[in-house]
């Protein structure tokens, strides 16, 4: 792990391999420990280092901080194909909210779930970020509805 990563919490169980990002690497969603009340923490997206999944790996809390969990995976679902594409994992809007790629069912919305954000205003999901000149731009719900609109927004920047 780089040792510019601050890790915030260590973390095992049970990945599964869902996509590619830069150079061919994948991302995995891994999921750990059981919480008293019978939650299970997901960490999505993990990066494996050049060891693999063998050793540690990295699961971001977010992007704009380098901040870390260190996970173990005790097994690895590699049964899914990566993608061929790159996909960005998060991006931030020209707001500074950040949206991060959620590897999960989103009956047609999504698949970018938005962080809570302080300013305004607020967007809840997005649709994945275009590249375009001068700035990227993503299609965004201000509310999370199966029947809000989707506006054009400004993204300021991608994380692969």
């Known amino acids: 792990m ?11 169980g049970r990945c599964d391999r869902y996509g590619g ?6 991302y995995y969603r891994c999921f750990g ?8 923490f997901v960490f999505d997206p993990c ?13 971001p809390t977010d992007p704009t901080a380098r901040q870390v969990v260190s996970f173990r995976a005790t097994s690895v679902d590699t049964s899914t194909p990566g993608w061929t594409a790159r996909r ?5 809007l020209a707001s500074g909210q950040v949206c991060t790629f959620v590897s999960a069912a989103w009956s047609g919305l999504g698949p970018y779930g938005c962080q809570p954000f302080s300013g305004s205003p607020t967007t809840a999901d997005c649709r994945e970020p275009q590249a375009g000149e001068p700035w990227w731009t993503a299609s965004c719900q201000a509310r999370l509805s ?3 609109p989707f506006a054009p927004q400004t993204v300021r920047r991608v994380w692969f």
């Open 88 to 92: 960005p994992w998060a991006m931030q």
């Open 33 to 40: 420990t059981q919480a008293t009340d019978g939650h299970v």
């Open 47 to 59: 990066f494996a280092g050049s060891a693999g999944t063998s050793a540690v790996l990295a699961c």
């Open 146 to 148: 199966d029947t809000a």
């Open 21 to 26: 990002g830069a150079a061919g690497r994948d």
């Open 2 to 12: 780089a040792s510019d990563l601050s890790v915030t919490r260590r973390d095992s």
